[in-house]
């Protein structure tokens, strides 16, 4: 699943190579997935995207906007699996669910193999779309401040009993982060996943927004996470330090043996020394 590192990537790497191209045709998808959600038929998509022409790329979360000038935005978001550019020459992918080729013969897919969404907004209104509409600052954003993450803290604290990977990967209070990313986090701070936020001192608050912007930002410089793959194929150079691989072996900090548990419905990886 991409999470913001990997989108702002591949968002980059899209404004390498398809600013000024003009859109020649569009589909969304040859194989039907019924976790793949559309708000476009297929002959609207493709009736409406033609003769536009491709502006820069930005990401919100776990969405990539990319202007089709003029009029259009498309979204593809929540995304668990890959977007690629294909130079010309280059085939599609056999299935996908997204595709655009333009009139240099070059062309962008998007396949998946969890869920995702494509949607196709007139510009202005892509902020209405489910899950983008009032979505909270990003790690990313100039807002996500100290002082925010205070604000945020107490706020899910109001909301009810809430633990360190509540706040991380639930609810999206955190936009664009994900259990992949959070593993690193918690360990970076030395929080334990079911550490209550009621129970964090100044100075460990101090260390979790650290670790959240800081193991955002390794990540995106080092092209993503070693699990995914970018907008040409490579995978990234971000290996995680807590992940299925790490289960058994000694912690990187300690030499403890990293151990597996089951929380909030996901698999969390954790030193059961150095995350109490």
């Given at each position: 699943m991409f999470e913001v590192p990997e989108l702002t990537v591949i968002a980059g790497q899209m404004n390498g190579v398809l600013p000024g191209l003009t859109v020649a045709g569009g589909g969304l998808g040859n194989s039907p997935h019924k976790f793949v959600w559309y708000d476009r038929t297929p002959e609207e998509f493709a009736g409406l995207v033609v003769g536009r022409e491709v502006g820069l790329a930005r990401v919100e979360g776990k969405w990539l906007f990319l202007p089709l000038e003029p009029g259009y935005v498309l979204l593809i978001g929540e995304w668990g699996g890959r977007i690629r550019y294909h130079p010309s020459g280059e085939a599609l992918p056999a299935k996908r669910h997204l595709d655009l080729t333009f009139t240099t013969g070059a062309a962008l897919s998007a396949t998946t193999q969890m869920w995702g969404g494509v949607h196709l907004c007139e510009a202005g209104q892509e902020h209405e779309v489910k899950y983008v509409k009032d979505m909270r600052p990003t790690p990313l954003d100039e807002a996500f401040d100290r002082r925010y993450f205070g604000e945020l803290v107490v706020e899910a604290q109001q909301a009810g009993k809430r633990s360190v990977k509540g706040l991380l990967t639930q609810d999206q209070l955190i936009p664009g982060l994900g259990n992949a990313i959070a593993q690193d986090i918690m360990f970076r701070a030395r929080l334990h996943p079911r550490r209550s936020l009621a129970d964090l001192r100044?100075?460990?608050l101090d260390g979790l927004f650290a670790?959240?912007?800081?193991?955002?930002?390794?990540?995106?410089?080092?092209?993503?996470?070693?699990?995914?793959?970018?907008?040409?194929?490579?995978?990234?150079?971000?290996?995680?330090?807590?992940?299925?691989?790490?289960?058994?072996?000694?912690?990187?900090?300690?030499?403890?043996p990293v151990v597996k548990i089951s929380y909030l419905g996901g698999a969390c990886y954790l030193c059961p020394d150095c995350q109490q």
């Open positions: 100044e100075g460990q670790a959240i912007t800081g193991t955002v930002r390794d990540v995106i410089a080092a092209g993503g996470r070693s699990d995914e793959r970018d907008l040409f194929g490579r995978s990234g150079g971000y290996a995680r330090l807590m992940d299925a691989k790490a289960a058994g072996r000694p912690c990187p900090r300690c030499g403890t």
